[in-house]
């Protein structure tokens, strides 16, 4: 199974390295130690570093590799630096046995030769929903499993709904959602918050309306394109949305929703807690699409995959550690752990649902949702991402129209990708 890796240097060299910090390391059998590879100890990354030693997340980390006959050393970096270190010990030929990755990086380390695809490690995917799924494909071959996956819907506030006479059912498409923030604000209160901000959370924001026109990231100047960008301008400019959206994060998002005034926040799964902890009533409808349906909203969450190993007989007790993760009670475990992840399968569903049938409308959002680098993307993506962002801080700022703004994301992306 091993494969060509001269990728690997080109692209170490286009992401910057920083100071990298683990909340754990310790000795071991590594990955290039050799030794018995049923035995001793196997090697797990994943980006959780707020979920220490004595965390359940470690513990389950811990029973895979027990159940497997090994130990698993475990080591958390942030998002980033993980990415960045996967790259670096690919080259140094000292990658770990397991990494648990934002789904957008599974292209970036695929592309390089460094990652084995779920078919060579014997692993059966087939009841992995297609479009959580094809977050990890490229060119055709799957390089991991998701362990679950979160994404964006509406957050609403009941008490300011019931004060402008708006029914939430009502919202099925851009003209009711419109409709309902023009009622919102008439009875003195604000209408929505996003996050716009000039980076990857703006684009993931924009992406549900992008796509629910019928937009696709290979042309960001199409009309559709043009026409989801003109409704986030419209919301600012009748002052259906603040101003502070241009600067918004996805966490400025929620902390202007929970003072009360606001509508609707666009925001995740990851908040369903926080919601049910606020001093008013709230609830959720879908991300509509401009002419109804639920729109695609793009996914969030991590990937198990397999970096490639010297020693190909370390990959059995791999794959059992990996099985042992994403089950169907697995893929529930991990969602009560994190309290925010869908299960990526229909009977991982099922049993979330059965203990928390409140999480409905979330598991059909995901299955709505879509994956950042599907349609053959992979690593043009993130290329394709900051142009889409710069284009939306150009619009709502007002310095370019959504036309002028998008014709000049789509040069730079032609530019960037060619």
Known sequence: MNRNRTALATATALVAVGALAACSSGGGTGPGDGGDAASGTYTWWDPYPQHDGSSDWEQRA??????????????AYDTTA???????AAQEGT??????????????????????????????????????????????????????????????????????????????????????????????HRGITFAGIGTEEGTFQFLPWF?????????????????????????LDEGYAPNSVIGNSQNTVWEEFLTGDFAFAENGTWQVNSAAEADFDTGIVQLPG???????????????????????????????????????????????????YIPPTAEGQEQLLADSPDLEPWVT???????????????????ISEALWTA??????????????LETAQDAAESATS
């Not at 059995?316 to 994403?326: F, L, P, Y």
């Not at 959002?365 to 290329?383: C, I, M």
Request: proline share 5%; glycine share 10%; net charge negative.
């Open 62 to 75: 811990q029973q895979c590799g027990e159940d497997a006959g090994v130990t698993i050393e475990r080591t």
């Open 82 to 88: 993980l990415t960045n270190q996967a790259l670096l």
């Open 95 to 188: 990658s770990p046995d397991i990494i648990l990755l934002d789904n957008p990086a599974v292209s970036t380390l695929a592309e390089t030769g460094m990652l084995t695809t779920v078919d060579e490690l014997g692993l059966d995917t087939s009841a992995i929903d297609e479009n959580l799924l094809d977050a990890g494909v490229v060119d055709g071959a799957a390089y991991g499993i998701p362990i679950g996956a979160n994404t964006l819907s509406l957050y609403y506030n009941a008490d300011v709904l019931d004060d402008a006479g708006v029914d939430p059912a009502s919202i099925t498409d851009w003209e009711t959602l419109t409709a309902a923030l023009k009622d919102v604000d008439e009875a003195g």
């Open 211 to 235: 796509w629910g026109a019928g937009a696709d990231l290979g042309q960001l100047d199409s009309p559709e394109a043009v026409e989801a960008l003109e409704l986030w301008k419209t919301w």
């Open 290 to 340: 401009r002419d109804g349906g639920v729109a695609p909203a793009p996914t969030g969450g991590e990937f198990i995959v397999a970096p490639v190993q010297s020693d190909d007989a370390r990959y059995e007790v791999t794959r059992q550690i990996v099985e042992c993760m994403t089950t169907p009670e697995g893929f529930v475990e991990t969602a009560n752990t994190f309290a925010y």
């Open 365 to 383: 959002a995901v299955q709505n949702a879509k994956g950042r680098t599907s349609d053959g993307l992979g690593t043009d993506y993130p290329l």
């Open 392 to 405: 939306v801080q150009s619009a709502l700022s007002g310095a370019e129209s959504p036309q002028d703004a």
